[in-house]
């Protein structure tokens, strides 16, 4: 297990107060806070080898460009992908825009099936719809059942799917997905599997061999890595293929005035400069991640999950969505209360200190079908420990208490 007390020491803001209480912070999956590692990481970078990559010939640029490209091999290594396999993005959303207008603007065709699932973020839906109805192919929902779950009978919808981009961990219910399988159906139709694994791989180890997926999006911000850096994993063999999503400089092998010739992947794909101090930061992170084993982040997920749920169980006329099972879910817990709002819950939480998200947390046809227009999520990390958990209930009876 970790050791949540000297954890929290790396982290500088959580030694902070917030309306004169503790800080307790429980908005991780909107996004983390940062380590003195990550921080420290970026600091260096600025301090003593700023430059731009992949263009200077003088040391600094060397020194930028060597750390850039070796966090390509830590991600690529964190993953188990190849280094040319990983593309840096802003963010995830950027990660799935691109799958979507760099291979299926060119690959997907009219009457052809697009599948995506009722609980996936907008981030995976909303390119993929757009997607269908540009190239007037069928955009086909799998749905879930009162757990959360996609019960298995709606994997028949992936037969023959030409894509399908399926939220890997549920940002609203925890729910994690069997995209080992799904990919697998998947794949007997020929077609891509794309998994959004901005809420799995800040979590639990990740194989994408294993899982034999096609495309992998996810996010630096939500795993202790600074904004404004993503990570898109995809098969060599399909991003060889693919063409440029961005043009510019970096991306490019030859420009005459007739024609230009891109560069071998991952450059394809990076036009521009980057977002150096980012990339050098997620390097940190991944090297705080792996120090402390991903095992041990998912054993103390799982652990403080099941307390959050035990003691939110106590409380009158809550309601915890999701599986039962801590085991089958990510570190967080969403929840409704009856007759309080999401948002007013959210303010008497913040007048004690204590962060959340309520809202439909971008995932607003999960709600939809849920008829709920908001809910209220608790998120945990690493530094998170069970006295959060206790100050998160008693703030919460003091609300139901307000509202009441
Ligand atoms: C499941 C899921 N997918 C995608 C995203 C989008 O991440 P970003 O805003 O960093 O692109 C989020 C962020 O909340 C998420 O929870």
Redesign the pocket.
């Known amino acids: 297990m970790i050791d949540v007390e000297k954890i929290k020491k790396d982290f500088p803001i959580l030694e902070r107060k917030v309306n004169g209480k503790r800080l307790v912070y429980l908005d991780n999956?909107?996004?983390t806070q940062k380590p003195r590692q990550v921080i420290d990481a970026v600091v260096d970078y600025y301090s003593n080898y700023n430059a731009n990559v992949h263009r200077g010939l003088h040391t600094l640029a060397e020194e930028a460009t060597i750390a850039y490209d070796e966090v390509r091999k830590k991600v690529a290594k964190f993953i188990n992908a190849k280094p040319e396999e990983i593309i840096f993005t802003?963010?995830?959303?950027?990660?799935?825009n691109l799958i979507m207008y760099a291979y299926g603007m060119s690959n997907v065709s009219a009457g052809e099936k697009l599948v995506t699932t009722i609980m996936?973020?907008?981030?995976?839906f909303v390119p993929l719809q757009i997607l269908a109805k540009r190239k007037n192919a069928k955009f086909e929902i799998m749905d879930v059942d009162k757990e959360g779950e996609i019960p298995e009978k709606e994997y028949e919808k992936l037969e023959n799917a030409k894509i399908a981009s399926v939220?890997?961990?549920?940002?609203v219910t925890g729910t994690i997905n069997d995209i080992a399988s799904m990919s697998k159906i998947v794949h007997e139709g020929d077609g891509v599997f794309i998994a959004?694994?901005?809420?799995s791989v800040p979590h639990m180890k990740i194989d994408v061999k294993k899982l034999d997926i096609d495309f992998l999006?996810f996010?630096?911000?939500?795993m202790l890595a600074p904004?404004g850096v993503?990570v898109l994993y995809g098969k060599k063999e399909l991003l060889e293929k693919m063409q440029p999503f961005l043009y510019g400089g970096d991306m490019i092998l030859e420009v005459h005035e007739k024609e230009s010739k891109w560069a071998e992947i991952p450059a394809k794909f990076e036009a521009g400069t980057p977002n150096v101090e980012g990339v050098i930061g997620l390097g940190a992170a991944i090297d705080y991640l792996e120090k402390l084993g991903m095992d041990n982040v998912r054993k103390h997920d799982i652990a403080i999950t099941r307390y959050c749920m035990d003691e939110l169980g106590k409380i009158r006329e809550v309601r915890i969505l999701g599986p039962e099972n801590p085991e089958k879910r990510t570190a967080l817990v969403g929840f409704e209360m009856k007759g309080v709002h999401p948002h007013d819950i959210a303010q008497v939480l913040d007048s004690e200190g204590i962060a959340i998200r309520a809202g439909h947390?971008?995932?607003q046809p999960l709600h939809e079908r849920a008829g709920v227009i908001a809910t209220a999520r608790a998120s945990f990390y690493i530094y998170n420990s069970k006295e959060d958990v206790d100050a998160l209930c008693n703030a919460l009876e003091k609300a139901q208490k307000l509202f009441a």
Do not use: F, R, Y
Not at 120 to 124: A, I
Not at 219 to 222: A, F, L, N, R, V
């Open positions: 999956a909107a996004t802003k963010n995830s959303t950027e990660a799935l996936d973020h907008h981030s995976s939220v890997h961990a549920s940002n959004d694994g901005s809420q999006a996010t630096g911000h939500k904004m993503g947390h971008c995932a």
